[in-house]
């Protein structure tokens, strides 16, 4: 239903540890499959380098000085962030694994932890990270395709969207059937889409 979006920016993983033992095998980890990696010896330092619309996906050790792995998580989840997490710890404490999956994060491994395994969480999280920049993106375009729409337009629009039939949106507006038509022409030309039931899935990518 929507044509192409704009291009995802590159993803990268980013590691936060400050074992720097952990930061060089991990970089060499991802840097063997080819996957961008970016390290950081503490959650402060990773903040002043944030960008907001940073793609990819992060490594957050737990048991750091200073703002620990799940504080972290917990600040960017209030900036917004969306790329998924995965959290090493050299503790097993389930408490703190079920915050952090609370928090939204994907997994959580113990240290030492398996190289194949690291790369298959990492792997799983960076397609998750690709699903949910490409609806962003699509919801986006959703969005500025019914920007175009009157405030007349986008009221047929929004009672199609609620399954009302022409006749019965004439009655809600107090117009005719044949303006509700007219309208209803408009609204699929501008949003394009050829049905109702495209116009419901535009909406709702739109409204996600």
């Given at each position: 239903m929507l044509s192409g979006p704009t291009s995802i920016p590159e993803q990268k993983v980013y590691v936060v540890d400050d074992d720097i033992v952990i930061r060089i095998l991990l970089e060499e980890v991802f840097n063997a499959a080819n996957l961008p990696v970016?390290?950081?010896?503490?959650?402060?330092?990773?903040?002043?380098?944030?960008?907001?619309?940073?793609?990819?996906?992060?490594?957050?050790?737990?048991?750091?000085?200073?703002?620990?792995?799940?504080?972290?998580?917990?600040?960017?989840?209030?900036?917004?962030?969306?790329?998924?997490?995965?959290?090493?710890?050299?503790?097993?404490?389930?408490?703190?694994?079920?915050?952090?999956?609370k928090g939204g994060a994907l997994d959580f491994l113990e240290k030492p932890v398996e190289p194949r395994r690291m790369l298959s969480c990492v792997t799983e999280a960076l397609e998750l990270d690709r699903k949910n920049q490409q609806k962003h993106l699509e919801g986006l375009e959703a969005r500025q395709r019914m920007a175009q729409l009157t405030p007349r337009e986008y009221e047929v629009m929004e009672w199609l969207f609620q399954g009302k039939p022409n006749k019965a949106i004439a009655q809600i507006l107090g117009i005719s059937s044949r303006t509700v038509e007219i309208h209803r022409k408009k609204v699929f030309e501008k949003i394009q889409v050829d049905s109702v039931a495209d116009l419901v899935q535009l909406v709702l990518l739109a409204r996600n």
């Open positions: 970016e390290t950081y010896a503490s959650a402060e330092e990773f903040l002043l380098a944030y960008d907001p619309n940073l793609r990819g996906c992060l490594v957050l050790d737990n048991l750091m000085p200073g703002m620990n792995g799940i504080e972290l998580q917990e600040v960017l989840a209030a900036h917004g962030n969306k790329a998924p997490v995965i959290f090493l710890t050299g503790a097993g404490d389930v408490s703190i694994a079920v915050r952090a999956l």
